[in-house]
């Protein structure tokens, strides 16, 4: 798709804008300065500035800086004479945005998740609901639409492969799900608990953990389902979506300190992990319920990691 001269020279305004926030900070300016000067609040100048180090890291390349040092200002700071240095070398207009966005590493999942459990005030809840992301590429609305059935057995245990039932399935068909993650399950286990404890969709026999099979596997905080609405797209057609638990969504990310987390994030993620331990091409398509693999195989293609990172792995 071609971008207009318009859109391109908005973007590399933003883009420059951004540069001088980071430049500020990196050179000792408080960021609610920062954010008086550019008609800003603290929380916008604070995203921009780890959004341009995310972006300098991935283009550019700042030596000894971690990918996830650059979601924390203080830590951009240790690393000030690199990263004016790559300020000098990074060209807004050649590397616009990208919408595909970066798979995530293990670890930096599980520096994610101690984020997640210290920052919220849901921690089993938010926790749960974070690592089923990046253990099944589950879209918000389908989250919204899993039942307690869906994950557990009537004797309590894990369906360690289920199926995302067609009626809850964005695009109407049923594909497999596995809950093969045991980080997930962990935290799956002490957020049902949680739910037994305070009566939230609960059972009248023991079965299920105590739980209603039918009631959904993750509840707002007083106990109650996540709406799903009917909308109207730009095009004209009607579309069910779950603006509470995207919003959930958004907010659980937002703690994790990485520019750009997201759902297509962690989709990106079990894609890119999938394919690093051998799975195939149609076996990502149907696990993230992608209907062309041609898609699959577009996002594949992202741009590798600097010399000097690859040259750290190599032994």
């Not at 040092?69 to 300020?87: M, P």
């Not at 062309?292 to 293609?301: A, E, Q, S, Y």
């Amino acid at each position: 798709m071609s971008v207009t001269r318009s859109a391109l020279s908005t973007r590399q305004e933003r883009e420059l804008q951004s540069m001088a926030i980071l430049r500020e900070i990196l050179l000792g300016a408080h960021c609610s300065d920062v954010a008086q000067r550019h008609g800003m609040t603290r929380t916008a100048v604070e995203r921009r500035a780890k959004t341009v180090a995310t972006r300098l890291l991935q283009t550019v390349g700042v030596p000894g800086l971690r990918a996830e040092e650059a979601g924390s200002v203080r830590r951009l700071r240790h690393h000030q004479d690199a990263l004016l240095q790559a300020l000098l070398q990074y060209q807004p207009a050649a590397a616009p945005r990208s919408r595909r966005g970066r798979a995530l590493s293990r670890e930096e999942i599980e520096r994610g998740a101690i984020r997640v459990k210290g920052r919220s005030q849901r921690r089993w809840h938010d926790l749960a609901l974070y690592y089923l992301t990046f253990a099944t590429g589950l879209r918000p609305l389908e989250i919204a639409r899993l039942r307690v059935s869906d994950y557990l057995m009537p004797d309590g245990s894990e369906r360690r492969q289920s199926q995302l039932l067609a009626e809850a399935a964005l695009f109407g068909r049923a594909r497999p799900l596995h809950f093969a993650s045991a980080p997930l399950n962990d935290a799956l286990a002490a957020y049902l608990r949680e739910r037994v404890a305070r009566g939230h969709g609960t059972g009248s026999s023991p079965a299920y953990r105590a739980l209603d099979p039918d009631s959904p596997l993750f509840l707002t905080a007083c106990g109650a389902a996540y709406p799903v609405h009917c909308t109207a797209a730009p095009d004209g057609t009607m579309r069910l979506e779950c603006r509470s638990l995207r919003e959930a969504l958004r907010r659980i990310f937002q703690r994790v300190d990485i520019p750009g987390l997201g759902t297509r994030t962690a989709r990106r993620t079990v894609m890119t992990l999938l394919h690093a331990r051998g799975a195939e091409t149609a076996e990502i398509s149907e696990v993230l319920g992608i209907r062309d693999t041609r898609t699959v195989r577009h996002l594949m293609r992202a741009r590798r990691a600097p010399l000097h990172e690859l040259m750290e792995r190599v032994l």
